[in-house]
RNA sequence: GUGGGCGUAGCUCAAUGGUAGAGCACUGGACUGUGGCUCCAGCUGUUGAGGGUUCGAGCCCCUUCGUCCACCCCA
């Protein structure tokens, strides 16, 4: 009985075709994040349970990969990029601050697999830890748009906000602690359901639907201008949380940030527990498949495994929605359909000359394929054709005889024949 | 965690409850120094798994697994 091939629920492979445009997003990614300063970090698939836990709220840990190993100690997959960042602040003191770290890794989650999410997928964080300075905030939303522009995103939306702020509003109208975070949660949903049925839903969850009238009343206000909306209420006396909203949006602006492309969204509140004040989003509007960046200042992360209290920021890039995305709007570079140089083996008389050929083109960094069976040239070239090569090079007895080799133009089917000295000149002048 | 659609050859899909098929792909040949086109031949199956109903199940029922989608939540 054979094993049946087959993946594990929810993770994928990775074919080449598939791989080249991700390998074309990282290389990118990374790209501009050294642009700003950024420096590589990676962290292992697997920390204790203790280590992970805590930080995610209790949808979150339903979610958590986690088990015991073979000693019996609790282990759990990394959910995110961000605890186990924390922890690596905690247990190397000697880091230089403030410091900008990048991440390019897979996390996992256990979740119900559907259209864009899987139980393993790649995050892709930057983070800058050790300032409190809005410009690091700033910096963030900066790369954001850096890198959204560079792929050829055109229409994106960087939404900020303050959970202080909007804190400190909830309260002003009267909800409890407690209230809040259903308050919060139903705000997430704001756009995605209608204000009826938003209603319904507060109603439900018994929530004071004078109070919640009275919010959704204030934001949607706040929604045409939010800068002079901020202003006014900032003479009214509510001022916490308002300058570094303000300021987290002009210093954008300075830092790059086009004004079409980043708003201030008072209802914006962000799922995971460990944001404390500035918050952002990103989504593009054409396909609308949601948040494809996300983040904010989380500055009590780092008390859970340290003494020291260290202010945080950063953000996160949805790998695979980005990639989605891209694909749906063709922004990856799009392929040659011919490319490459395919040597074919004529006999095992010719076989030598064809092995030093591939050595030679690519000690000059002329990358080439060299066939590796015995099969008739027939087989060969139709091996050639079906991967879509330029060149084939031919060297049978006659070139050898000749000092020559025939070069094949697959895509043209022309053919012609040169001196083997001069095959390196020929493929480098064609470039 | 909850709900729905779908599981048949490597892939895409057919088959009124009555003999499991086609196209593509693959292997070889026509064509012993040349791919795509054509023709010929060949290969391919516990119909996801387990149970039940029936003279008889790919098809109906139950269970389970997988997959896709939606909700919850999130990237």
């Known amino acids: 009985m054979k ?3 087959r993946t594990v629920k929810g993770m994928r492979d990775f074919l080449p075709d598939e791989m080249r445009n991700r390998n074309y997003l990282i290389s990118k990614f990374r790209e501009i994040f050294e642009k700003f300063g950024f420096e590589p970090l990676e962290t292992p698939v697997m920390e204790y349970s203790d280590i992970l836990t805590g930080k995610y709220g209790t949808d979150g840990e339903k979610l958590m990969y986690n088990f015991k190993d073979r000693a019996g100690r609790d282990v759990g997959l990394k959910y995110d990029l961000t605890v186990p960042l924390a922890r690596i602040i905690a247990q190397y003191t000697q880091i230089i601050k403030p410091f900008k770290r990048y991440q390019i890794q897979p996390v996992y989650r256990y979740d119900n697999p559907q259209k864009g999410r899987y139980r393993e997928f790649y995050q892709c964080d930057i983070d800058i830890i ?3 300075s809005i410009m690091a ?43 809040k975070i259903i308050v919060l949660r ?61 300021d987290l949006y002009s210093f954008a602006i300075s830092l790059g940030v ?11 509140a962000r799922g995971l527990d460990y944001y404390t004040s500035l918050v952002w989003e990103t989504e593009i509007v054409e396909p609308a498949i949601g948040s ?22 950063g953000i996160s890039f949805g790998f695979e929605r980005i990639c989605f995305a891209m694909k749906e709007l063709s922004l990856f570079p799009k392929r040659k359909e011919y490319s490459g140089i395919f040597i074919t083996i004529f006999n095992k008389d010719t076989l030598h000359e064809s092995i030093y050929i591939a050595y030679e083109l690519r000690k000059s960094g002329i990358p080439c394929e060299l066939y590796l069976d015995k099969k008739k040239l027939k087989q060969q070239f139709k091996y050639a054709s079906r991967k879509k090569f330029k060149w084939v090079i031919i060297i049978g007895p006659d070139e050898v005889a000749s000092g020559k080799a025939v070069i094949r133009d697959l895509e043209n089917s022309s053919e012609e024949k040169v001196d083997q000295s001069s095959l390196i000149d020929f493929f480098i002048n064609y470039k």
Do not use: H, M
């Open 3 to 5: 094993i049946v091939p």
């Open 130 to 132: 050790g300032t409190s």
């Open 137 to 179: 905030d700033a910096e963030c939303l900066s790369v954001c748009s850096s890198i959204l522009t560079e792929l050829g995103f055109k229409n994106f939306l960087i939404r900020i906000n303050n959970r202080i702020f909007l804190n400190t509003l909830l309260s002003d109208i009267g909800f409890t602690d407690s209230e």
């Open 186 to 246: 139903l705000l997430d949903k704001k756009k995605k359901v209608s204000s009826e049925k938003l209603d319904a839903e507060a109603l439900e969850k018994g929530l004071n639907s004078e109070y919640f009238n009275n919010l959704i009343t204030l934001l949607s206000e706040s929604e045409a201008d939010p800068v002079s909306f901020l202003e006014r209420l900032r003479e009214s006396g509510t001022t916490d949380g308002i300058k570094a909203l303000l």
């Open 258 to 268: 086009q004004e079409q492309n980043i708003k201030i969204d008072l209802s914006l």
């Open 292 to 313: 494809i960046v996300g983040g904010g200042r989380y500055d009590t992360l780092v008390e859970r495994f340290s003494k020291e209290k260290i202010p945080c920021v």
